[in-house]
């Protein structure tokens, strides 16, 4: 069923930003494999981002990516029919081990898998803590890590602001690094370091090289503070995700009482 769902949505997909004028830039598209299984990584800072980490395999190599995703989103009633079509894999966050284990039998048949090792969107649009996941499903599966960075698509659509999704002109970075193979030996914490620390690299590249500015104090949100825009910084926005995480919590608490 897949192949009859994904390719529909990519072609919709591309129509779009090519209505809007999404000024998409890919680099470093010859290091997507060609065959085999991958775990394609990327940051996250938009609630587009599959949209786009799934263009740059896409166009790097015609593979597509089954992203891991939040179970909720495939029990709603539009989207829940598309991600199941496109063999994305559902996460249930109480119970993690199921989707795992699905994430490791499609890298072992060759899929290319999309995770997401900050777990939510970054508000402060710097890499977050990673979780290990994604260096425990290399080694188990045998697969590189194929780490990717986003920039730009913040601005169309992030956490904690209205939606701009008719904004055009947006220009959207995706960067593609080498993939990154696992000795026997390897250990997954250190492994997830090394995959940090190339990623922040490649973030700190695509933020330095990105072709658009501000157009004024009004609109300096989207930059990190350590850049000089109005972004919280890395301890703000974790403070704003434990207290929003809190919240839910109580919500759910109260619900269930």
């Known amino acids: 069923m897949a192949e009859f769902v994904y390719p529909p949505v990519i072609r919709t997909a591309l129509t779009v930003f090519k209505a809007l004028?999404?000024?998409?830039?890919?680099?470093?598209?010859?290091?997507v494999p060609a065959t085999g299984g991958a775990v394609l990584v990327s940051n996250h800072i938009s609630y587009l981002d599959f949209l786009f980490a799934g263009l740059g395999?896409?166009?790097?190599g015609d593979r597509k990516t089954r992203f891991m995703a939040k179970d909720e989103v495939f029990r709603h009633w539009i989207s829940g029919p598309l991600m199941r079509g496109m063999k994305h894999i559902p996460v249930d966050r109480t119970d993690g081990q199921p989707?795992?284990?699905a994430a490791v039998r499609a890298l072992r048949a060759g899929e290319v898998v999309g995770v997401f090792p900050e777990a939510t969107i970054s508000r402060s649009f710097m890499l977050k803590?990673?979780?290990?996941?994604?260096?425990?499903?290399?080694?188990?599966?045998?697969?590189?890590?194929l780490?990717?960075?986003?920039?730009?698509?913040?601005?169309?659509?992030?956490?904690?602001?209205?939606?701009?999704?008719?904004?055009?002109?947006v220009p959207v970075t995706i960067m593609i690094g080498e993939p990154i193979h696992l000795e026997p030996t390897d250990k997954p914490v250190m492994v997830t370091r090394r995959l940090r620390a190339a990623m922040?690299?490649?973030?700190?590249?695509?933020?330095?090289?990105?072709?658009?500015?501000?157009?004024?104090?009004?609109?300096?949100?989207?930059?990190?503070?350590?850049?000089?825009?109005?972004?919280?910084?890395?301890?703000?926005?974790?403070?704003?995700?434990?207290?929003?995480?809190?919240a839910k919590a109580a919500k759910r608490a109260a619900a269930g009482a």
């Open 21 to 31: 004028d999404c000024r998409i830039s890919i680099a470093g598209a010859e290091h």
């Open 57 to 60: 395999a896409y166009r790097g």
């Open 99 to 101: 989707a795992y284990d």
């Open 129 to 145: 803590k990673f979780k290990t996941g994604a260096a425990r499903m290399a080694a188990d599966s045998g697969a590189p890590l």
């Open 147 to 169: 780490p990717v960075i986003l920039w730009g698509t913040q601005q169309l659509w992030t956490k904690g602001r209205p939606k701009t999704l008719t904004k055009r002109h």
């Open 200 to 246: 922040s690299e490649m973030l700190d590249r695509a933020q330095r090289e990105y072709p658009a500015k501000p157009t004024g104090p009004d609109d300096s949100w989207w930059l990190p503070a350590s850049l000089g825009g109005t972004a919280p910084t890395l301890e703000v926005a974790e403070a704003e995700d434990e207290q929003e995480a809190a």
